[in-house]
């Protein structure tokens, strides 16, 4: 992609119009100037249509004026092309636009940011982009007002949501949190202030207090932050949901005890929200590793809020070196399976991006899977993953520096799930050999466990190492198949290794292109 040098910030948005490869190591799909160019954690940076087009979003700076771009994917040569100037947004030195895309059920992408510090919102029908329009409006108080950190998401009566704040204000008196509907994506309805009840104008350290928002069935949105510091000078995660007509109260994320989570013992950053079909909330949060005793405590963690209200006790899924596991996203990807992205140090000290999923709507989770494969440490900047989830995994994007530049990465959390076969009850573990083998560039492995327990089955190269994780959940006794897709991978022999408890299997695949 050419370097933009003429603009202070531009937002690329980049649209595919094929299913992209499952892949857990990263491809690089564009180039920004700035370490900030994906907009911090909150809306999503990348979406999935049902017929199978991507797009994805980032910012560069350079110069006096800020654009909005989107690009398109050559599925045929396998590259993205130049970008296409779609609108503009705010500047003033750094990217702060706070751009997210989401689709439509009709595969209609929607890109909202903040242009000139006021939102507005342009959708993109496979050719041509809509001129944008103003979601805030510019009559009084929003000619004044500085609203960025975008999110948005569509309700499941097809409504399209959009949230923000104005902690860009400093003036502890216009610092609120917002949300306006649509039904047609040209009106919108009059901003509503969120949190009012506990947010007294003014932000809990304003750009940190990142917006998250998801919606669920029966017209449920939900929306998290990171709430104010409780008696003891902790942060709180703080929720509100509309239950379909009404916005309630604040909440704040609680444990089965229905109090507190860690009861203002311990910072709580960067909640991420999920519902599932039934409406169970999903919720992954990280905590700063300097509010433990212990600094490896400082992980990710996970909770949900049951249909019936009750709260569940949070579990640490992440174990990295020195409490360095931050930034989570979290998506619902139906069939039971969530997805997590977030950044952590690996045992090198190295801050790379890793992905979790779960199989059972959280009972149990995977390790996590290393996506990233830099070897320079990457910048505080979060990941971003899907709202919706293809068929080989969760899409995900984060930047990498790459010499003066930055490097916009794109990547996929592979599925947990594999499909049973419905053959008899093994009596033995078996791994069968894959077919077709040598393959080009798909294979199927099965395999058969006796008795129910966790299962891991990975795929590695002739120098052992890890090139792809196909499944690590506990499974049941049966016969299961698995697709692997090694199209991001080089021509030659790899080996694909079963493990249970107490036994390990290995096989040899050939993957010729």
């Not at 949300?179 to 940190?208: E, H, Q, R």
């Not at 592979?414 to 080009?440: E, I, R």
């Not at 299962?455 to 697709?483: F, I, P, R």
């Amino acid at each position: 992609m050419k370097k933009v040098t003429s603009y202070c910030m531009v937002l690329v948005l980049m649209a595919t119009f094929s299913t992209l490869f499952a892949q857990t190591s990263g491809s690089r799909i564009g180039t920004s100037d700035d370490d900030r160019a994906i907009n911090w954690p909150g809306g999503s940076k990348i979406a999935r249509a049902s017929n199978g087009e991507v797009m994805a979003i980032y910012g560069t700076v350079a110069g006096p004026d800020s654009l909005v771009y989107s690009v398109t994917y050559d599925d045929f040569l396998e590259t993205w092309n130049e970008p296409v100037a779609v609108g503009r947004g705010t500047g003033e030195g750094r990217n702060l636009s706070h751009a997210c895309v989401l689709v439509d059920d009709a595969n209609t992408f929607h890109a909202l940011w903040s242009s000139n510090w006021n939102i507005v919102h342009a959708t993109y029908n496979g050719s041509a982009w809509s001129t944008p329009v103003s979601v805030t409006g510019t009559a009084t108080p929003w000619d004044t007002l500085r609203a960025a950190h975008t999110a948005a998401a569509f309700d499941s009566n097809g409504d399209l949501w959009v949230a923000w704040s104005t902690g860009w204000e400093n003036d502890d008196v216009s610092e609120y949190y917002y949300i306006s509907k649509s039904t047609d994506g040209t009106s919108w309805s009059t901003p509503t202030v969120l949190f009012a009840d506990t947010i007294k104008g003014s932000l809990a350290s304003n750009s940190l207090a990142f917006i998250n928002i998801a919606s669920g069935p029966a017209g449920k949105v939900g929306v998290t932050i990171r709430g104010l510091k409780g008696p003891l000078g902790q942060y709180a995660g703080a929720f509100q949901e509309y239950d379909g007509s009404t916005w309630g109260a604040t909440e704040y994320l609680s444990d089965a005890s229905g109090g507190p989570v860690f009861a203002d013992s311990v910072d709580i950053y960067s909640i991420s929200l999920a519902y599932d079909d039934a409406g169970v909330r999903h919720f992954v949060f990280y905590t700063a590793e300097a509010d433990f005793d212990n600094a490896d405590d400082g992980q990710i963690y996970y909770l949900k809020k049951n249909v019936d209200n009750t709260w569940t006790d949070p579990v640490k899924i992440t174990n990295n070196p020195g409490g360095q596991a931050d930034y989570p996203s979290i998506a619902f990807g139906g069939n039971d399976d969530l997805y997590v992205v977030y950044f952590g140090d690996d045992n090198d000290g190295i801050r790379r991006i890793y992905g979790l999923n779960s199989a059972d709507l959280g009972a149990t989770w995977t390790r996590p899977i290393q996506i990233s494969t830099n070897s320079i440490d990457l910048a505080a900047r979060a990941p971003s993953i899907s709202n919706n989830i293809g068929t080989n995994g969760a899409d995900i994007i984060w930047i990498e520096a790459d010499g003066d530049d930055q490097a916009i990465m794109y990547g996929l959390i592979p599925k947990a799930v594999v499909s049973v076969d419905g053959v008899q009850k093994p009596v033995t573990h078996n791994l069968l050999s894959n077919y077709p083998n040598p393959f080009n560039p798909s294979t199927t492995i099965e395999f058969s466990i006796k008795q129910s327990g966790v299962v891991e089955l990975n795929v590695y190269n002739t120098l052992g190492q890890e090139v792809a994780q196909l499944v690590n959940q506990k499974m049941e006794s049966g016969t299961y198949d698995v697709t692997f897709n090694a199209r991001s991978l080089s021509s030659g022999i790899y080996f694909y290794r079963l493990v249970t408890s107490d036994q390990i299997i290995t096989n040899k695949l050939i993957y010729l292109k």
